[in-house]
């Protein structure tokens, strides 16, 4: 590599060698025999048969010869040749398996957040000469990084720079998502957020709406300068239980998988500052991020799981209340399992004490389940949100306003415009062309004809 390689490599030509690839790359045995500058490969038969292999003076990469000639490459044109007598950064070359080969087609494609950038931003990739990968300023030295830490990719990458020092970058492609169920209120309120979060939340990514609704009545709620597109999840609530819980309905979307991080957001939720820092704080973090329940509120215990908790004979006294109003998910491929955890003991319960025993649904399972363990954060999110019912005119803006606390739909409706005509946002109603809306449904029909034949086959 000794010009910038900056695309998906797509045009690059890969020259299988079996196994071998993991062969030359150093690793632990190579450590516990102390022999990692000992190697003497001569190719008895396949595409390189008669070639030799050697490590390079680095330890790290390859020589490349035959017939007592070099293999170099020529930056000039990007060829390679066989010279005599050049063991220089021409003559070396880095094996990679074809897992690590991907690993890097996928990274330059990507956007990422650096652990130790202070504050992380969402950055690109490049190749460099040298076989250095950058991730903004952060430089890689793929020789003491191959073969790749693929354990969490492509979510996560633990690197190590210098040789030695740890370092993490995290993917950053950010979903916002919400649900609106039934009345035009929660459309209304739908539209008032998105105007928000596109305006004075700055948000550039794509936004989900798991609905009843149809998708022409969804359409017409996206902003015109929404950079991203509005993916329509066609879900059917049978009432106020299941539309509550329709937020961890997310989980069965294919596609939410390839987001990171996720941000569920009621639709009585403001956007008043820009969304990027809460965003990136989600995707580093470890856990769900919840906002703690407002004092007044987390008495409650059916809303917050404390009867669960006592039905299940454990003291209640340490549990830290949060709401579900706000959501921000690191990615679902860590945390799905909590979802379905919660999915699974609301469905269980409602079977075994009828739905009318979960008035709270999802909001109590989820508390019990933080309860018992540990799988939320309540410190993260809490300082981006604050209540409407505090004097926004005298309060520096956080980031959220959650007007949930109004009591009063339709006088709700009427300061959530108002907030948000105060905080320079746009009038909702603008219509969008057909193609920056998508659909997936979430309510497959079943053709029993076809399963009653494929059980008598």
Not at 97 to 114: I, K, Q
Not at 272 to 288: C, G, H, K
Not at 321 to 331: E, V, Y
Request: negative net charge; aromatic residues 6%; charged residues 20%.
């Amino acid at each position: 590599m000794h010009r910038p390689i900056i695309g998906p490599l797509h045009d690059v030509d890969l020259l299988s060698l079996g196994e071998l690839d993991q062969m030359l790359q150093v690793n632990l045995l190579h450590l516990l025999r102390d022999d990692v500058d000992t190697l003497s490969l001569v190719l008895p038969d396949g595409p390189m048969a008669g070639w030799a292999f050697s490590r390079a003076p680095d330890h790290r990469t390859v020589l490349l010869s035959h017939s007592g000639r070099v293999l170099v490459a020529l930056a000039q044109d990007g060829q390679i040749d066989l010279v005599r007598d050049a063991v220089d950064a021409t003559a070396c070359f880095l094996p990679v398996t074809v897992a690590d080969f991907n690993a890097l087609r996928d990274v330059l494609t990507s956007r990422w957040l650096v652990q130790s950038d202070e504050p992380p931003r969402p950055v690109r990739a490049e190749l460099r000469s040298g076989f250095m990968l950058w991730i903004g300023t952060l430089p890689i030295d793929l020789r003491w990084n191959v073969p790749l830490d693929l354990s969490e990719f492509p979510q996560r990458m633990t690197v190590v720079r210098e040789g030695w020092r740890i370092d993490r970058v995290v993917r950053y492609r950010p979903l916002v998502f919400y649900t609106a169920f039934g009345d035009s209120g929660a459309v209304d309120q739908l539209a008032l957020s998105l105007q928000s979060l596109v305006g004075p939340g700055q948000f550039d990514g794509d936004v989900a709406v798991l609905t009843d609704c149809g998708i022409d009545r969804i359409r017409n709620l996206k902003p015109r300068n929404m950079p991203g597109a509005i993916v329509v999840i066609g879900c059917e609530a049978a009432d106020t239980l299941a539309q509550h819980a329709a937020r961890l309905a997310i989980a069965g979307w294919p596609d939410a998988r390839t987001f990171q991080p996720l941000l569920y957001a009621d639709t009585n939720l403001m956007f008043d500052q820009p969304v990027l820092p809460l965003l990136q704080a989600i995707a580093m973090s470890d856990r769900i991020a919840v906002p703690k329940a407002a004092s007044g509120t987390a008495s409650d215990p059916v809303a917050f799981g404390v009867e669960l908790v006592l039905d299940d004979a454990w003291d209640p006294e340490e549990i830290t209340a949060f709401s579900t109003a706000l959501l921000g998910i690191p990615c679902l491929g860590r945390h799905g399992h909590t979802l379905d955890l919660i999915c699974r003991i609301m469905r269980n319960r409602a079977a075994l004490f009828g739905r009318d025993s979960l008035p709270h649904g999802e909001q109590a399972v989820a508390n019990y389940v933080g309860f018992r363990l540990g799988r939320f954060n309540a410190e993260l999110i809490t300082p981006f949100l604050r209540a409407a019912d505090d004097l926004l005119d005298e309060i520096e803006a956080v980031g959220l306003v959650h007007f949930g606390t109004v009591p009063d739909a339709a006088d709700r409706l009427a300061k959530m415009r108002d907030y948000l005509q105060r905080i320079g946002g746009m009038v909702p109603g603008d219509v969008v062309p057909t193609e920056d809306v998508a659909t997936f449904s979430l309510t497959p029909l079943l053709d029993f004809e076809s399963v009653m034949q494929s059980l008598q086959r």
